[in-house]
């Protein structure tokens, strides 16, 4: 069974940066796409940035210029720079991968992490 093990969230003040990590565990044959979505209490959960296998990244509008998605495939993990950080930044921040749990697997499956907490504050 695969899970996505998030790390990285925390408290941190407007202006200033940090980096979450999220690592999936568990025999995987290939990720094709993995990303970073987050909710606020009574939201929706939103898109802030995704990465595909070969490296094409994509970003909300709000974190374009200021959050960095990137992936190391050898490790199977997505990490997330996020600088100049906001107020509105505060959310609970989930990792996403869409994959194929083996060579022969009729279609791709979507795994979720736990969502780690990301608190931005003075």
């Known amino acids: 069974q695969v899970q996505l093990v998030e790390s990285g969230g925390g408290l941190r003040e407007p202006g200033e940066s940090l980096t979450l990590s999220c690592a999936a565990s568990?025999?995987?044959?290939?990720?094709?796409?993995m990303g970073w979505y987050r909710q606020a209490p009574g939201k929706e959960r939103e898109l802030v940035a995704t990465?595909?296998?070969?490296?094409?990244?994509n970003y909300a509008e709000s974190v374009k210029g200021r959050f960095t998605i990137s992936r190391d495939n050898a490790k199977n993990t997505v990490y997330l720079q996020m600088n100049s950080l906001k107020p509105e930044d505060t959310d609970v921040y989930y990792c996403?991968?869409?994959?194929?749990?083996?060579?022969?697997?009729?279609?791709?499956?979507?795994?979720w992490g736990q969502g780690t907490q990301v608190t931005v504050s003075s």
């Open positions: 996403n991968a869409e994959l194929l749990l083996t060579r022969q697997a009729p279609a791709p499956i979507g795994v």
């Open positions: 568990g025999s995987v044959f290939l990720i094709l796409f």
């Open positions: 990465i595909t296998s070969g490296g094409i990244t």
